[in-house]
């Protein structure tokens, strides 16, 4: 697996960079670019492992991985603003608004928003069908209904007078980190008009168990590995999988949650093993 991520970390990175070095030069383009760097690229390698599960070649699923990193960044940008996390590091640098403005990582990841969505509309994705396909599930899973809702959800818990259930936190981060991922897994079905039962079964545990392992990086982690303030979630007094679940049983349901995204890879075989080494990946990492 390791080879594949690396593999795909390479050419999102390079089409990235193409499509913002395309844009008219100067401190959004600059501030567009800082936040497209780096990165995990898990919901990337989601894109094109599932496109190469239905036959769909690496070139048609290119620009999928991309729109889908580009958006993460937007994501990643705005939610780090004062008005939001207020966070100043990520990926082990100052945020975009404290090292340019706060102007600009609106405006960076309002264009790296519209940016996303123009990349699914790249020719090279094949079938004109499978883009409207792609374009509208991903309006669905990063808007009102899911990424910006769970963001709003989010939100309104810090003020909540009490804090949220365990059954809330899931349904919060089913939206805000899960929705994204779940396009992700999706996009080979989209691009193929194929079943996307399995793929979806494995997102939903996949999309969660990502979730659980961010709230324990957030109470053991080291904030020079991860790249990233840690122990915001405990001092801010936020009920997390952790707070409800307690570390051993955060744990625990990390691990049955890879194992249900495992089970649910049973149509694929010996074919989605990279898939099956991911969900292993996002529970273990210390990023």
Not at 26 to 31: H, N, T, V, Y
Not at 193 to 198: G, L, N, V, W
């Amino acid at each position: 697996m390791q080879a594949r991520l690396t593999a795909v970390r390479t050419q999102v990175q390079a089409a990235l960079d193409r499509a913002i070095g395309d844009l008219p030069p100067g401190e959004l383009r600059d501030a567009m670019g800082y936040a497209c760097n780096g990165g995990k690229r898990i919901r990337a390698f989601l894109v094109m492992e599932s496109a190469r599960l239905h036959g769909v070649p690496d070139d048609a699923a290119l620009p999928v991985a991309a729109a889908v990193e580009a958006l993460h960044a937007y994501s990643l940008v705005h939610d780090d603003l004062p008005a939001m996390d207020d966070d100043d590091l990520r990926r082990g640098q100052p945020t975009v608004h404290v090292k340019w403005s706060e102007a600009t990582a609106i405006l960076a990841g309002d264009a790296l928003q519209s940016l996303a969505f123009g990349l699914l509309a790249d020719p090279a994705i094949g079938d004109p069908a499978a883009r409207v396909r792609l374009v509208a599930a991903f309006a669905q899973a990063v808007g009102g209904a899911g990424m910006v809702w769970g963001q709003a959800l989010d939100i309104e818990a810090e003020t909540a007078a009490t804090p949220l259930t365990l059954d809330q936190i899931t349904q919060l981060q089913g939206g805000k980190t899960g929705a994204l991922i779940r396009f992700s897994a999706l996009a080979g079905p989209l691009i193929a008009d194929a079943d996307p039962a399995p793929l979806a079964a494995y997102a939903e545990a996949l999309g969660l168990a990502f979730q659980i392992a961010d709230d324990i990086l957030d109470v053991t982690g080291n904030e020079d590995v991860t790249g990233k303030r840690v122990g915001k979630d405990v001092a801010a007094g936020k009920a997390t999988f952790v707070s409800l679940l307690g570390l051993d049983g955060a744990r625990s349901e990390a691990a049955r949650l890879v194992a249900a995204g495992d089970a649910a890879l049973a149509p694929y075989g010996e074919a989605a093993a990279n898939l099956r080494q991911l969900a292993r990946f996002v529970i273990e990492r210390d990023t």
